[in-house]
Nanobody, 121 residues
Framework: QVQLVESGGGLVQPGGSLRLSCAAS????????MGWYRQAPGKQRELVAA???????TYVGSVKGRFTIWRDNAKNTVYLQMNSLKLEDTAVYYC???????????????WGQGTQVTVSS
């Protein structure tokens, strides 16, 4: 079994910062892309940021220049540093990992449990 455990959400004022972490554990043969989605009330889930196994990053336009994603491959962990937070960043943030559990199997996507980020004055 594979588990993704998130941490780091919370309440922050506009302009503040938060760092999210997501650690994958269990039977992991190979790890590919990792990233973060978010879902605000009444809205569709959207991809916030992603990072490939080689370190290539991609961001949704609304967070470029404010959020930074990186990963520690030795720890199977992905991070999201969120700076200059805005009211519209309020959402539940979900991490994901595309990985292979055992040699010979295909890649599967696993999800974290979600962590609430609330930006409010």
């Amino acid at each position: 079994q594979v588990q993704l455990v998130e941490s780091g959400g919370g309440l922050v004022q506009p302009g503040g910062s938060l760092r999210l972490s997501c650690a994958a554990s269990g039977s992991i043969f190979s790890m590919y892309a990792m990233g973060w989605y978010r879902q605000a009330p009444g809205k569709q889930r959207e991809l916030v940021a992603a990072i490939s196994s080689g370190g290539t990053t991609t961001y949704v336009g609304s967070v470029k220049g404010r959020f930074t994603i990186w990963r520690d491959n030795a720890k199977n962990t992905v991070y999201l540093q969120m700076n200059s937070l805005k009211l519209e960043d309020t959402a539940v943030y979900y991490c994901y990992a595309d990985l292979v559990r055992t040699y010979g199997l295909g890649s599967e996507r696993y999800w974290g449990q979600g962590t609430q980020v609330t930006v409010s004055s």
